[in-house]
């Protein structure tokens, strides 16, 4: 047989003198070994074998008699062998082959098998043989193997168990601790060592939502349990754990133990009823904002999103409509299934991307007191003021949705029913109206007899004026220009409020034109420099030139009305090509318009407190009358100005591109 690797020291287990036995008759007792037997001369060729042999090596008794004992090793250990044999005749002792050694035989069908050798001298027939017994050790090697990897498992399994966050602790039959993980002693307090031997139930304090005897019952009937259970930790703690447990029984069906595995839920716990009681909090101050949305007389919805689905709104709102909304539902969705159309303060069709409410949650605009019709699923109509607050984006209005919708923008819009204001507005508009028309002949008389006065006195018909007559009807001549100005803009404002206002357009050319106003106007002052700045000699546009010119008459009176104490007044006229426009800007460097009555500037009526101060006279309808006839023309008119540093108001009308010089009236 062969030692891997290798040579190895050889010790004497015994130095009894060799046996001797007779060739005759010694096979059976040879045969009753359980162990390979083989006999070898000092040729190394083998003389004997027993029954065993052939089992272990698969040999047949007569291939393996007068062959060479290598026969049964592995090729690589054949030469060794020889010499280990040959040393081994030299001082013939009974012992154990390769001490400490992984020893191989070899089987016939060329497999490596393993075995325990021990070799003694033999006197056979008188003559100095040797006989090995061979002992296949297959089944013990696999039967250690196993061994072995149960322990490891069994290892891993204790690791494992260890490494559990929850508590796993195994009591006996009767209650008492038998085994107690680290997780156990973590969660407890207690270390292995204290626990065992105790009774759970009174370590534990344990509390039961039922009743013990109930849950012995369910282990016993079913073989395991499962629910919650309240224990209390070393120091006083009371722990909430969600406890599974399991009843295991030996062959015979005896209860052994009982397993327990405990989880430790009271953060749990605490956090599911913060959610809950949060969520009733949160529900019932929804419910709560919703009665006080109902309480209010004025339509208010919340919209969501860029096609502004509702996500909620109070009743005025559906009567407003004259149309339930669906919570939701998108608005241009609603408006169309409804047949509901939006119109603005002038009775013109709003393109969708005018409503109040889709500005606020496309553009994020907050849009104030936008004034729109709304003509309802049964004909009627409904003028309205709307309010669109685009709100911060992060709140989560869908808590069930993706993300993304969540964060999309979110807008408050409020709708006020403005039918009274409108009929009561309509009533004033009618009486401005009729009172300017009828005063409109009265002030011509006036005016035309005061003028006639001063102009044939001057002529010297009829005797001359004393010199307080002479400034008399001056002042009566300065006060009928003003009234028979303030009518004007009277019966104007009347116009554009009962929308009796027809633009003539006509294409024009805006550098020629405005330099026509500029020079007319720079006649009247002396204390200011007019001048028209442009790079562009020809910009037409689609305008009324007889609007167009009280407009830029107004703007540019102003410039030189608030300028009081003279200064460049700076007209630029450019081309915005983007927004096909003719852009048209008047600084001045006068009085300016203080910050806070920047808002309201363009309101009727409206002047500002410096203009006041400084002793400026007007009506405060100019600005309200330009901003309108701008507005009808497609354009648009804004002002910077601050206090004390002068303005400068801006004014777009839309451009004619393709207009040939030929045809442009200038
Ligand atoms: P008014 O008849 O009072 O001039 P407008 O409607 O034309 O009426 O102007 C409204 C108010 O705007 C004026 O009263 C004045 O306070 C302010 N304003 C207009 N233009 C200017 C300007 N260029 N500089 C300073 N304030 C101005």
């Not at 010499?83 to 390769?98: D, I, L, Q």
């Not at 062959?251 to 327990?260: C, R």
């Not at 104030?368 to 984006?393: C, F, K, T, Y």
């Not at 403005?418 to 011509?444: C, Q, S």
């Amino acid at each position: 047989m062969s030692d891997a690797p290798e040579s190895h020291s050889i010790s004497a287990s015994s130095s009894s003198a060799p046996i001797a036995i007779s060739s005759v008759g010694v096979q059976p007792f040879l045969d009753i070994s359980p162990d390979a037997l083989v006999i070898v001369n000092q040729a190394g060729t083998i003389v004997l074998v027993n029954r065993q042999t052939e089992a272990v090596f698969g040999y047949a008794r007569e291939a393996l008699l007068g062959q060479q004992i290598e026969l049964l090793l592995p090729r690589r250990f054949h030469e060794a062998h020889t010499t280990h044999r040959e040393r081994f005749f030299s001082a013939p002792v009974t012992r154990p082959m390769g001490i400490g050694l992984h020893l191989v035989g070899r089987r016939k069908d060329g497999a490596e098998i393993p075995v325990e050798i021990s070799l003694s001298p033999l006197l056979l027939d008188d003559v100095l043989h040797v006989i090995a017994a061979i002992r296949d050790l297959t089944a013990q090697r696999v039967a250690e193997r196993e061994r072995f990897q149960q322990l490891q498992h069994i290892r891993l399994q204790a690791d494992l168990i260890n490494l559990a966050h929850d508590a796993i602790l195994v009591r006996d039959p009767v209650g008492r601790v038998i085994s107690w993980n680290r997780g156990a002693e973590e969660l407890y307090g207690w270390t292995e060592q204290e626990a065992l031997g105790h009774l759970t139930d009174s370590l534990l304090k344990t509390r039961f939502p039922v009743s013990r005897a109930t849950i012995d019952t369910l282990l016993e009937q079913a073989g395991q349990w499962e629910g919650e259970l309240t224990h209390t930790r070393r120091d006083g703690q009371p722990v909430l754990v969600e406890s599974r447990q399991l009843l295991v029984r030996d062959e015979q069906g005896q209860p052994t133990a009982i397993l327990e595995i405990n989880r430790d839920i009271t953060r749990r716990r605490e956090l599911e009823q913060a959610a809950q009681a949060e969520h009733t909090e949160t529900a019932a101050r929804l419910a709560f904002l919703q009665d006080v949305l109902d309480a209010l007389p004025g339509g208010i919805y919340l919209v969501s999103g860029p096609d502004a689905r509702l996500v909620l709104a109070n009743h005025a709102a559906s009567s407003i409509w004259g149309a339930e909304w669906r919570t939701d539902q998108p608005m241009l969705e609603f408006l169309t299934s409804n047949g509901i159309a939006l119109f603005d303060a002038q009775g013109l069709p709003l393109a969708p991307q005018q409503y109040a409410t889709l500005r606020a949650v496309r553009q994020g605009e907050t849009v104030l007191q936008q004034q729109e019709m709304i003509r309802r699923p049964d004909g009627s109509s409904l003028p309205v003021l709307v309010n669109a607050v685009a709100l911060s984006s992060q709140r989560d209005f869908h808590p069930s949705q993706q993300e993304a919708e969540a964060r999309e923008t979110v807008a408050l819009v409020m709708h006020q029913d403005v039918t009274a204001l409108k009929e009561a507005e309509y009533l004033k508009d009618e009486f401005v109206g009729i009172v300017a028309h009828e005063l409109r002949t009265p002030m011509a008389a006036l005016k035309g007899f005061a003028d006639m006065l001063l102009v044939q006195t001057a002529r010297q018909r009829g005797p001359a004026l004393a010199d307080w007559q002479q400034e008399a009807l001056e002042e009566i001549e300065l006060a009928t220009t003003r009234l028979v100005k303030l009518t004007e803009e009277l019966l104007d404002v009347a116009r554009l409020q009962a929308g009796r206002f027809l633009l003539q357009r006509i294409p024009t050319n805006m550098t020629p034109f405005v330099q026509r106003i500029v020079t007319l106007l720079q006649q009247t002052t002396t204390r200011h420099r007019l001048e028209v700045r442009t790079t562009h000699p020809v910009l037409v546009a689609d305008i009324d030139p007889g609007r167009i010119e009280q407009v830029l008459t107004n703007i540019i009176g102003n410039a030189v009305k608030y300028s009081p104490q003279g200064g460049p007044v700076t007209i630029s006229i450019w081309e915005e090509a983007a927004a096909r426009a003719v852009g048209v800007s008047v600084r001045d460097s006068g009085i300016g318009i203080p910050q806070r009555q920047h808002a309201q500037i363009f309101g009727r009526f409206m002047r500002a407190d410096n203009a006041q101060a400084w002793g400026i006279s007007g009506t405060g309808l100019g600005l309200y009358i330009c901003r309108e006839l701008v507005e009808r023309h497609g354009g648009h008119l804004w002002f910077e100005s601050a206090e004390g540093a002068g303005s400068t108001f801006f004014l777009t009308l839309p451009i004619l591109a393709t207009m040939e010089n030929s045809e442009v009236d200038a």
